[in-house]
């Protein structure tokens, strides 16, 4: 059987070690690891990867994109992409900085508490790499999407992105602050999530409290404050009034499940791309 | 047992993929990959490999030295050599961009349909990487060799170098364009090799298939159009008119093998120094 | 059982090749090597070390400082310290251009022959990474040291720091050239060990042989002519006259040991933290 070799592409100078750790407990035999990686240095080395094996090898080889810099790391993705021709192609999972484990792990999380095609969200830092996944996860769920950020036009940027890939998605676009703002964009939701900026607290514990109705609460900022006030980093499924709530620790465990998994599941096929949807499908499939 | 290292030393800033690949099939167990390699900061890596194990446990550590600039390669190569003494030494394989697997997969190939000895060839971009190694072969196996190049003077220069390195060679220099020049160019020439850059086309369908008792004809060129008009990129021996024909992926399952056994040729002792000459043995020992 | 992980971090831009082959002969079965690293762009690497794994396989990943900056990697090492907290941590080891396992090789084979807490060594280059940490694990022994230096300012420096670590040491200052200084230097020591520059000879024959008391002479140069004249290189507890003498590769051996030990170490908890004082306790356990 041939060595499961892992082509590590990052868009940062130093590549990923992270990445690196997960992707050899995942089983990867042979990481070969390349740092300040751009869609102009990528293809010599995604050449290398496809012209190699033999089409029945070709699954032992993949190649993982990562990165802090996700716009970077998805034109690197759509460069490595546009290698592939015919057979002659290899497996590719995207996930710069893990936002798409993050963001699948946090619907994932909320869709064992709520039926998602009814129940309206509301994503705070919705414009950062992980907020706007979990936007699109949502919304490819059935589920209403509030998208929140300091900047109305970002805000609006990410529905009219979100519609176009989800044609039928139900989509608002919200400025906060100013506080004035919040108790209409909270009133009616079931859940909430926080994805912003780490340390600046996006709700006080009286304003999330207050909405009727909320049932889920997420907070995926690992460093406090937190951006939901009252929710621990530790918590998972923690009851907090008539609230269930996670922090990013509470969610981490379900992220590097999936993040390993969908690892293995590059292996499986020659042909697979591993984007926020794939990779939430494959964290359903863990349940 | 050791494991089996591998110091892979590359010219470019990022490593070749290609060439680790090919050395995890070939069964090193540890890479040691390394980018932006030149004289200048090689010896302080090549002094690693070779202060470190035992001298009986040496061959179980190798030098690899690539990159897409053959010249830089070669001068790196020279360097790394330069550093061993006594028994503290390493095995060592230049193969730039597959320049010298390369050129001995074509060599062989022709050597199966003629007797190099008694023939004449015909090198065209004889002045590149693979074309110069191609002459320095089939000059060694005792053929003629008519070397081509659009530069009379890059022609005229590799005859000088492959004379110095074989004074028995029967070699001259042409050049092409002018289109005039071909036909005593083919003349009495059994064997056609195109090396040029990519997609630029060399010779026309009707040139060469006008040239009595020619036998072979290889176009090393895997992007179309190819530098022979006729000949298709899977070409393996293919038969067209009188000519046995070979493209650039007919050759490629034979470059693979060379490659693949070169490099374990390098863990059977610790002082195995291979270049074009070495490497094109190695594949004869295959056959 | 969790792959050992060794991640290498290496101040220079190529990282060593010497501290990798060292780093898997001791069974490391992954390396992940990186060069130019520096304080300001090491911390997301240890946080990728730290937040992969469970508390309970921390110990199967480990972080190795090196390269050939003593200063640098130092600054590297105390930066990834600090990155720990609570059970969230991973073992690390300290060995700027192997300054740390050579020192203690060195002190150790002194050891050998000499009650160290009652005899009064002398070091010369005693301001370089080697020199320092061998005045240093001296002075941890109860050693008498004389801290030898061309610059006195420099040499008075490494004192205060000695005693700063060490505060019962007893040390003292001194400057050669000139050599007129040389003799009251050397009187009444049992031990004079040479930790300068390549190829500066720091004791003629004469001054050292007519040292009376003298029982141990150890050179760590390895390139002759060497700091001590009439040592070899590959003295290895060789008498000459009165004294056992010891020469670069004569102490090489010990040095590897030590330095595979030491890595093996690192994955026996997630807490060891090894500079020159816990990789010499290491090497006493090897006797």
Redesign the interface.
């Known amino acids: 059987m ?2 499961k ?1 892992l ?1 590590q592409l990052d868009g ?3 590549p ?7 992707a ?2 995942a089983g990867v035999e ?5 740092g ?2 751009t869609p102009d ?1 990528v293809r ?6 496809m ?3 033999g089409p029945d090898d070709l699954r032992h ?1 993949a190649i993982f994109v990562g990165g ?1 810099d996700a716009s970077l790391a998805e034109k690197i993705y759509d460069t490595v992409r546009a290698c592939f021709f015919g057979p002659l192609r290899v497996s590719v999972m995207l996930d710069p900085n893990g936002a798409n484990t993050t963001a699948a792990a946090a619907v994932l999380a909320a869709e064992r508490h709520l039926a998602l095609d009814e129940s309206t969200a509301v994503v705070f830092g919705a414009t950062g790499p992980v907020g706007s996944r979990v936007v699109r996860l949502l919304a490819r769920a059935g589920c209403a999407v509030r998208v929140v950020s300091r900047d109305l036009g970002r805000a609006e940027r990410i529905v009219e992105q979100t519609q176009a890939a989800v044609p039928e998605a139900g989509l608002s676009a919200h400025a906060v602050p100013p506080e004035e703002a919040l108790p209409s964009v909270l009133e009616g939701s079931q859940f909430v999530v926080a994805a912003g900026a780490p340390k600046v607290q996006l709700l006080s514990r009286q304003q999330w409290q207050s909405v009727s109705g909320l049932q889920v609460a997420i907070d995926l900022n690992a460093v406090p404050p937190l951006g939901i006030e009252g929710i621990e980093v530790t918590d998972k499924a923690a009851s907090r009034g008539e609230v269930t709530c996670y922090g990013a620790i509470g969610v981490g465990g379900t992220k ?1 499940k999936i993040h390993r998994a969908a690892l293995q599941t590059l292996f499986t096929a020659s042909d697979r791309l591993l984007d926020a949807e794939e990779i939430f499908a494959i964290g359903q499939d863990l349940k």
């Open positions: 041939p060595t070799i082509l940062d100078l130093q990923s070690v992270f990445d690196a750790v997960v050899v407990d042979q990481l070969f690891r390349h300040g990686i240095n010599e080395l995604v050449h290398g990867a012209f190699t094996r080889t802090s590097m």
